[in-house]
């Protein structure tokens, strides 16, 4: 198979070399002119995974040349440029060319909307799956074994996925909630800054506990009222990759949160992390999707406060201690 990463960030870098290892003609396309020339003659995405070495055949360009000849095409591109991204290609690819997402977030339309939305209106006449669950690229680079869903709405499509991406160190499971997968994949994120923030106030690891479990439970609150299944967020796409971006320092949303708590400003933060923080488009858009749904979040809605309205972190944690008393229910 022909395929084309749009997008030369950590987590399309180690697409690229699980998809070359499984057989298929790879190659990357980039917007950066240093790195381009970096990787073509070191095979090191060094700004996005250093320490990974991919083969020489895996080529980063500029251009988008070739594209035409692809048979699949995966966007991984930060979530406010996948519109952007879905325009460039259009008109210049093969009809029966999949793509496959693998941005973590909402798109900052009004109201907000998921990514595949996005994709599928720009691109219509094309299959589309997402690819999403927790997966470290610095991981996946290293060929440490990882458990990843493809989510869609033609089973066809989806097996075809599977077996594109699955190898002995990359499991990939069929899932046939894309709305649930999608608002996973953002709203984890929005924890994860969350969790950050209260590792950098100092809290232990019993508010990270509360934090995460309480997080799942608004993450479910709202996929479930756009229309997800409630089980999905007890899978990978759910409260697994809410576990690993809660709780590694790989992710980025964890080393910004930390910062945050320690006192740095949020701009200040993102600007010094050198890579896109998604958690922080993503509390912006979940607050917004809270209201259009009118659900609660409380944990994102205080994210949001500390993030819009330069809230005190240790402020905002307390005054989510002090809210009135309820059950544990969803």
């Not at 929005?190 to 209260?198: D, H, P, R, S, Y």
């Not at 749904?293 to 201690?321: C, G, H, W």
């Amino acid at each position: 198979m022909k395929i084309k990463i749009l997008g030369s960030g950590s987590w399309g870098t180690a697409l690229a070399y699980q998809l070359f290892k499984n057989g298929n003609e790879v190659g990357i396309w980039s917007i950066i002119p240093e790195q381009v020339e970096e990787f073509n003659k070191t095979g090191e995405n060094k700004a996005f995974l250093p320490g990974v070495i991919l083969p020489p055949q895996i080529k980063m360009s500029l251009s988008l040349d070739g594209i035409e000849d692809a048979d699949w095409l995966i966007i991984s591109v930060p979530s406010p440029a996948v519109r952007e991204v879905a325009q460039k290609i259009k008109g210049k690819i093969r009809p029966d060319c999949v793509l496959v997402n693998t941005g973590k977030g909402f798109f900052p339309d009004n109201p907000p909307i998921r990514l595949s939305e996005v994709i599928n209106a720009e691109l219509p006449e094309h299959k589309l799956v997402v690819l999403s669950g927790p997966s470290h690229a610095e991981e996946v680079g290293r060929d440490l074994p990882t458990a990843v869903a493809v989510a869609g709405c033609d089973e066809a499509t989806l097996r075809r996925g599977q077996d594109l991406f699955m190898n002995d160190n990359l499991r990939v499971y069929l899932n046939d909630d894309i709305i649930g997968v999608e608002v996973g994949a953002a709203v984890k994120n929005v924890i994860a800054l969350g969790n950050g923030i209260a590792r950098g106030l100092g809290m232990g690891d019993n508010t990270q506990a509360a934090l995460l479990t309480r997080g799942l439970a608004e993450m479910t609150r709202l996929g479930v009222a756009m229309g997800a299944k409630p089980a999905t967020f007890a899978g990978l796409t759910g409260i697994g990759d809410l576990v690993v971006t809660c709780g590694s320092m790989h992710s980025r949303n964890l080393r910004a949160g930390i910062a945050i708590g320690q006192g740095q400003p949020w701009p200040e933060v993102v600007k010094n992390m050198g890579m896109v923080v998604e958690g922080v488009y993503a509390t912006h858009n979940a607050k917004a999707l809270s209201s259009l749904y009118n659900v609660e979040m409380p944990i994102t809605d205080q994210i949001f406060e500390v993030l819009t309205n330069n809230k005190p972190p240790r402020e905002a944690m307390y005054s989510l201690m002090r809210r009135d008393k309820t059950s544990e229910g969803l």
